[in-house]
């Protein structure tokens, strides 16, 4: 079936390069052997590196339409989910069913005019926006603001902590805040500072989304001056683990996961892919982008958080829905070789309109 093998290859690969350099990874805190990641081999199949994957379809018929998800929290047994194209916030439970919604857009006392982040304590939803703090309860609701003595560029809210990453950002005379890191108490009073602007620090040191990853209940916080991973851990960034090779500079950190047993890494620049690192085994497998086999059709795309020892990730079906619409040889063909997912691919092309939740379950141990 070489035309749908070339359909799911062009639909899920993430890119590739060819780099000249490994990366090798330390433990400073941990006696844990120093493991050396090997450039990327390609395309491998979606069964060399999990376990099992499920979905979860997001009710549309009372959410209504979602565009392009950004940021997804977990939080209480639901799911929030930043649609960066209408700027809401939309909260489904772990079943997709829709709770409520997130939508006071606007220039008015109790509105927020734009999101540039957002995180949930309880059942208090927390809407970032430049230099100001924007709360909700979980039914929309306004409860406070609270102002931040300069311009952050994202927020978390770990524990009893706020964290804001600047970004860089010398723009507004606040030189007292020129750092990257910056931490306050819940009431939003400053409690410390951390990785201070270099002479030859640029605004566009890092180019990600966000410097911020969640995997259950740690937050892990990625430095663009440092190749380093940091843990926060009650208000204090701990060095989880730092990043060299012969040429650190030919790549840059894009994502970091934790599960029980996987450690999931995105890089980016002259050597540019992904890698799954075994924590049972230290067992490394490295890819440019993932591609179906007879057991997996998809996969999900780019990771968002990680839940009960899965990973997270968020599927857009609408362009994969259009191109078999379009073919009923593809239809047939996949119908024959996949019937497992022929009720999915059934609501895709007749009901489905929102993004898809991808539940991935990563190998222990990799070959």
Not at 317 to 330: K, L, Q, R, T
Request: charged share 20%.
């Amino acid at each position: 079936m070489p035309k749908l093998r070339n359909l799911l290859i062009a639909f899920i690969v993430w890119g590739c390069a060819h780099p000249e350099t490994g990366i090798k990874i330390y433990y400073p805190a941990d006696d844990i052997p120093d493991i050396y990641i090997s450039p990327p081999s390609g395309i491998i199949t979606i069964s060399e590196i999990v376990d099992s994957i499920g979905f979860i379809i997001l009710d549309s018929k009372e959410g209504g339409i979602i565009g392009n998800i950004g940021k997804v929290v977990h939080n209480n047994h639901r799911f929030h989910l930043h649609d960066e194209i209408q700027e809401k916030i939309f909260v489904f439970s772990e079943d997709g069913e829709y709770i409520s919604r997130i939508s006071r857009k606007g220039p008015g006392p109790e509105e927020y005019p734009a999101i540039t982040d957002f995180s949930v304590k309880g059942d208090t939803i927390v809407i970032f926006n430049r230099n100001k703090l924007y709360m909700y309860d979980i039914n929309g609701n306004f409860l406070i603001n609270k102002l931040i003595p300069f311009v952050a560029y994202r927020m978390e809210l770990s524990g009893n902590h706020y964290y804001f990453f600047r970004h860089g950002n010398t723009a507004f005379g606040d030189d007292d805040y020129f750092y990257d890191l910056i931490i306050s108490d819940q009431k939003g009073e400053i409690t410390n500072k951390f990785f201070p602007y270099t002479e030859d620090y640029t605004f566009s040191t890092l180019t990600i989304p966000t410097p911020f990853f969640r995997s259950e209940d740690n937050l892990f916080f990625i430095s663009p001056t440092k190749n380093s991973v940091f843990l926060l851990d009650d208000g204090e960034p701990v060095e989880h683990i730092r990043f060299a090779g012969p040429d650190p500079g030919r790549y840059t950190l894009s994502y970091f996961f934790e599960t029980t047993y996987a450690t999931k890494i995105g890089f980016y620049g002259g050597m540019t892919g992904s890698a799954i690192i075994s924590r049972v085994n230290g067992s490394v497998i490295s890819y440019n982008s993932c591609k179906s086999d007879e057991k997996f059709l998809f996969k999900g795309q780019y990771p968002k958080t990680v839940v009960n020892d899965k990973i997270i990730s968020v599927l857009n079906p609408h362009e994969f829905g259009w191109v078999i619409n379009s073919d009923p040889v593809m239809i047939e063909n996949i119908y024959n070789y996949y019937p497992q997912y022929k009720d999915l691919l059934d609501y895709i092309r007749t009901e489905n309109v929102n993004p898809i939740i991808t539940v991935e379950k990563y190998k222990q141990k990799y070959e």
